[in-house]
């Protein structure tokens, strides 16, 4: 759609070929500047009320939504399409993923439980799952025997292998981490920043400081690149944000001699919750 001054293509277009994404982009920035985004919205609930499984409609409804600051609407669709998908393993992965983009995490858990549950070899709802309980410090058991049903499927891949390092990490098995998060990391040259910091958080826990500081400033320097949110430029990361405050801290901690905030294990985790 190369014009807004069309409105009879428009129509075609919303009426036609709405579900496809292309189209859907054009026409959700056609009625953004016309003003017109509340028209639009009708017409995408109406699409979604038709087609739940249509990924590229709910997508587009949920973040409208989100974007609005109108978070419980965002949350009707999701549960609404849920509902309707409730057999879908895949489906329902993507919906888990959209429920993370709008805050809703522990919604997002749910929804990939229930998608292990209709399918207990779903990797990436193996890994995701696992990683989230990994990095509460909860389920750490069930955690990992998810990540590692994961890592079975997908045995090079660098994601799985990260969340396998990070559940054994808060295991307190601290060898074995190091060895999974450095296979992880591999020869990349553009390594994930998080996956750097585990990897420091690692190192430190074996007494190797200078080489977990050397991790920790190579995080730093990946965050600086814009390179290391391109994979999840949607979302923004809003663990990176956090991880550039805390490797400041660890990398002046270090740097002082003090002891390094690193990121709490199981045990320490559960103290800190009773104190």
Known sequence: MDRLRL???????????IGEADVLSALNNY??????TDKWIGKLEAQRVAHPENRT????????Y???KRVPEAIRVLD????ALKDDPDLLYYLAGLYTRIGERQSSEQVLEQV???DPRHAPACNDLGYAWADEGTNLSRAEALIRVAVQSEPDNQSFLDSLGWVLYKRSKFAEARSALEEAIGSSSL???VVLDHLGDTLYRLEKKPEAQAQWKRSQERLGKPAAVAADAALERDELKQLRLQLQQK??????????SVSPVAEEAAKQAKN
Do not use: C, F, I, W
């Open 66 to 68: 989100a974007n609005q």
């Open 7 to 17: 409105p009879d293509r428009v129509a075609r277009l919303a009426r036609e070929r």
């Open 57 to 64: 409609v709910v997508e587009q409804l949920v973040l409208l």
């Open 191 to 193: 390594p994930d920043p």
């Open 80 to 83: 609404s399409v849920r509902q």
């Open 31 to 36: 009625y953004a500047q016309t003003g017109k």
């Open 251 to 260: 990398l002046k901690q270090a740097e002082a001699g003090q002891p390094v």
């Open 116 to 118: 292990v549950k209709l």
